[in-house]
């Protein structure tokens, strides 16, 4: 079946130094991939977004890359500050001709330390 | 910017009670969709629909029943509760793909709500 998971469940990272998050997914029909941050008690908010058609985007502080041959995802958030403590979800999605069917993994907890 | 609202935001209930579950989301999304996230698991999608008047099965559908009457509202109920549906419920809502050029497009959540089954 479809899969995309974490290669980490827990990640600890200093303030300040750059966080790498890593996920793989097993559905090559996927397109469309979207990081999450999920703070405790709250709701899963939209990070950042990639297409399949591309390899890497930015936004402020944070970067994904896509590698399609090894069906691998990763996002970086540069100077990571205690407010990024919270856990990340990757999520894969592909349309099925009625709507776009996302399948979530299981979350890594950053934990950011002083 | 209210976005995605859920109400109530906890729960608890009594082995085959029933209640219904409200999200209301003012984006005018097409589609809205119902999820429960369970202890290490990913969200797991339980219905979901893509229009007014339209409703379909997710991945884990028994037990639930929903409706969509309005646009903007989505409504997940439980029959007759079970303690394995004690979990947290988010709803989330996205545009259609026929309503962007770029396509695919994110799904935004509400808060949740943490319902226990007794």
């Known amino acids: 079946g479809e899969s995309v998971g974490l290669h980490l469940p827990t990640l600890s990272v200093q303030e300040g130094d750059n966080s790498i998050i890593n996920c793989a997914y097993s559905?090559?029909?996927?397109?469309?991939f979207i990081w999450y941050k999920q703070e405790s008690g709250k709701g899963p908010q939209f990070i950042i977004d990639i297409r399949s058609n591309m390899d890497k985007r930015q936004g402020q502080r944070v970067t994904v890359l896509l590698n399609k041959t090894v069906k691998h995802l990763s996002l970086q958030i540069a100077a990571t500050q205690p407010g990024d403590s919270a856990v990340y979800f990757c999520?894969?999605?592909?349309?099925?001709?009625?709507?776009?069917?996302?399948?979530f993994g299981t979350g890594t907890r950053l934990q950011v330390t002083l | 910017n209210a976005g995605v609202t859920q109400t109530p935001k906890f729960r608890v209930l009594k082995t085959g009670q029933s209640m219904t579950l409200l999200c209301a989301q003012d984006?005018?999304?097409?589609?809205m969709y119902w999820y429960r996230q369970d202890p290490g698991m990913g969200l797991r999608l339980i219905h979901y629909?893509?229009?007014?008047?339209?409703?379909a099965k997710g991945e884990v559908p028994d037990g639930y029943n929903v409706s969509r009457l309005k646009k903007q509202n989505f409504l997940l109920g439980l029959e007759s509760a079970a303690p394995s549906q004690t979990s947290v419920y988010f709803c989330?809502?996205?545009?259609?793909?026929?309503?962007?050029?770029?396509?695919?497009?994110?799904?935004?959540f509400g808060d949740g709500t943490r319902l226990s089954i007794l």
């Open positions: 989330a809502s996205s545009y259609s793909m026929t309503a962007q050029v770029q396509g695919n497009q994110p799904q935004h």
């Open positions: 999520a894969g999605t592909h349309y099925t001709g009625t709507a776009s069917k996302l399948t």
């Open positions: 559905n090559s029909a996927s397109d469309y």
């Open positions: 629909s893509v229009g007014e008047g339209t409703t």
């Open positions: 984006m005018n999304h097409e589609y």
